[in-house]
């Protein structure tokens, strides 16, 4: 048998160099996780297969508007539509407006006071700015009161064809009122463009945002705590589209006129009891555009 002799300097490098093998093969790894199989992932975007998957245990009231006007979570049917039809959508189908809304004489559970503090608002919207009224796209209403307990307005007032300012509100614990409004930045909009809406309000420390098409668009969010922040009132109601003044008995007299019924349509509302993280506002828009 024949022996290889090495002297100490060959045989350190030999040493040193398994070593750094040893380690390459290691790092790629460090904790031994287990191997992930990729099938599982196949035709997810995000993680997600569709919306429904995400933040499903928050998800407190939905509209899917596949020829069905109810609030699917409680099943609730709203008490008066008007001139409201449907037509292909994001995802299936979604509810078109000309000069409609839906009216529910209800509070649902999920939006009473101890029940929302904190809330994720998605939809999908067509509308283009009208230059002489406000569009209410929905309102958690107080009845016989002009001011909801939150307001989501899109100021549609305008007639600029690049700039759609979206300008939620709510009513404060202490019974004052907190707006926000989109300063710079305008997502893509039109009465036949699909631009998915958000809001998001966190209740303990008063950040109310804005998004657009996937993107915080630029706003005041931070809206104070204390009697600052917002507060889901009772009695309340629900109105999809349209204000109090827009619906025939409803008015509120004395008010301004600064809404008008609702044209043009919606998709997907879908109210959250919590804030979503970033990349799950990201995720819906993703997954909408996917039809998902």
């Not at 919306?51 to 998800?59: F, I, P, R, T, W």
């Not at 230059?131 to 007032?157: E, H, V």
């Amino acid at each position: 048998m024949k022996f290889i002799k090495l002297n100490k300097n060959k045989l350190a490098i030999l040493l040193a160099s398994s070593l750094i093998v040893s380690a390459c093969k290691k790092d790629g790894n460090p904790n031994n996780l287990p191997d992930v199989d990729a099938a599982g992932y196949a035709g997810k975007i995000d993680g997600y297969a569709n919306a429904d998957e995400v933040y499903s245990s928050n998800l407190v009231a939905y509209w899917s508007f596949d020829d069905t006007n109810n609030e699917l979570k409680s099943n609730s049917a709203p008490t008066t539509a008007a001139n409201a039809t449907y037509i292909t959508g994001v995802k299936g189908k979604a509810i078109k407006f000309a000069a409609g809304y839906l009216y529910y004489a209800k509070q649902f559970d999920a939006l009473k006071t101890d029940a929302l503090k904190s809330f994720t608002i998605s939809s999908w919207v067509q509308i283009a700015n009208n230059g002489s009224k406000k569009t209410m796209l929905m309102t958690i209403a107080r009845p016989s009161t002009f001011l909801g307990s939150l307001d989501y307005r899109l100021n549609t007032n305008s007639s600029s064809t690049t700039m759609l300012g979206i300008g939620p509100r709510f009513t404060t614990l202490g019974g004052g009122s907190q707006d926000n409004l989109n300063q710079n930045l305008s997502p893509a909009f039109g009465a036949s463009v699909w631009t998915h809406l958000v809001l998001t309000y966190n209740g303990t420390t008063g950040i109310f945002k804005i998004w657009a098409d996937g993107r915080d668009i630029g706003s005041y969010n931070s809206r104070g705590t204390g009697n600052n922040v917002f507060k889901a009132y009772e009695p309340g109601e629900l109105i999809i589209g349209a204000h109090y003044n827009n619906i025939p008995g409803k008015e509120i007299a004395g008010s301004a006129a600064d809404f008008v019924a609702m044209t043009g349509s919606i998709d997907e509302l879908r109210i959250y009891n919590t804030v979503l993280q970033d990349a799950s506002i990201k995720a819906l828009y993703n997954l909408g555009k996917a039809g998902k």
